[in-house]
């Protein structure tokens, strides 16, 4: 006979109680597909990422409605500052419009801001109108709204592996002590509920360096829609699809 080890978490507790009744508390999207969307009509890619915003506004605003406590978006990775200087430019000059635009609209509806990922490497004036949105927005408990910038997934680990092993050298942790639990404390992700749902746009079936930790029991959504044309009915489309997916966490 195998006994099964001592198990304190309960599914219900690893699935989180509570939430809305589909079930999706936390989604997240690998918003790609904007330079392809761009070239189908003969346009720069610049013209992709500008109506890539709108498809964030919309998203975001269904999320709220479709009652998502998060909803995470990968907007720029760590590897895409290989992406020409021009492009870069253009993506941060975005990201200022947006940050400006939207900060109302996030403080009427109670919506957090929260930046994951190395976004202090950015362009100071970036960092400071997203530090000084986090805190306006800080005790908002609508919607969760998680933004990845600079954000790669190794790295994140590295730095939560690094921040426990300070801890463990100062003496605040014996080593043996550490558990999995003890390493997602420490990632960006620490105050949002676990990943339901991972959804993929434009047909790409890969992680490119996003939430490899938090995806570790998530249902994965891979759609052709490319992400300027994503809004409220593609995510409700994502959501019935995980509504229809039985859930294990390695039970049977
Ligand atoms: C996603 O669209 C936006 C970012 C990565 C910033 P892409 O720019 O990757 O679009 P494709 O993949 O070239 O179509
Ligand atoms: C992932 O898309 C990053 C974001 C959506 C911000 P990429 O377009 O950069 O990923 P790859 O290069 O196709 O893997
Ligand atoms: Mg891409």
């Known amino acids: 006979m195998i006994l099964a080890p001592a198990n304190d978490e309960s599914d219900d ?3 989180g109680a509570g939430g809305p009744a589909h079930g999706v508390r936390h ?13 189908k009509r003969h346009l720069p890619r610049a013209a992709g990422h500008k109506r890539g915003v709108d498809a964030v506004r919309n998203t975001v605003r269904a999320a709220r409605d479709l009652g998502l406590e998060a909803l995470t978006l990968y907007a ?10 021009e492009e870069v430019s253009d993506l941060m000059g ?14 009427a509806n109670n919506v957090r801001l929260l930046v994951i990922g190395n976004y202090k490497a950015l362009e100071s ?36 592996a690094r921040s426990l092993a300070v801890k463990a050298a100062a003496g605040e942790i014996p080593v043996d002590a550490i558990t999995d639990g003890h390493l997602a404390a420490e990632l960006d992700t620490a105050s ?12 790409e079936k890969r992680l490119s360096n996003f939430l490899l930790w938090q995806s570790a029991y998530a249902e994965m959504y891979f759609t ?11 995510l409700k489309a994502a959501i019935d699809c995980f509504v229809s997916r039985e859930r294990r966490f390695g039970g049977r």
């Open 76 to 85: 720029f990775s760590s590897e895409n500052w290989k992406r020409s200087e």
């Open 192 to 203: 949002l509920p676990p990943l339901d749902l991972l959804i993929r746009t434009s047909g």
């Open 13 to 15: 507790a690893r699935q």
């Open 125 to 160: 004036d970036i960092v400071e109108m997203i530090d000084d949105l986090m805190a306006r927005t800080a005790h908002n408990d609508g919607t969760t709204l998680a933004i990845a910038l600079n954000y790669g997934s190794q790295d994140e680990i590295v730095r939560a």
């Open 27 to 39: 989604a997240a999207i690998i918003m790609d597909g904007n330079g392809r969307w761009a070239k």
């Open 94 to 107: 975005l990201l200022r419009h947006f940050i400006k635009k939207e900060i109302d609209e996030f403080i």
């Open 224 to 234: 052709d829609v490319l992400w300027p044309d994503f809004g409220a009915d593609d």
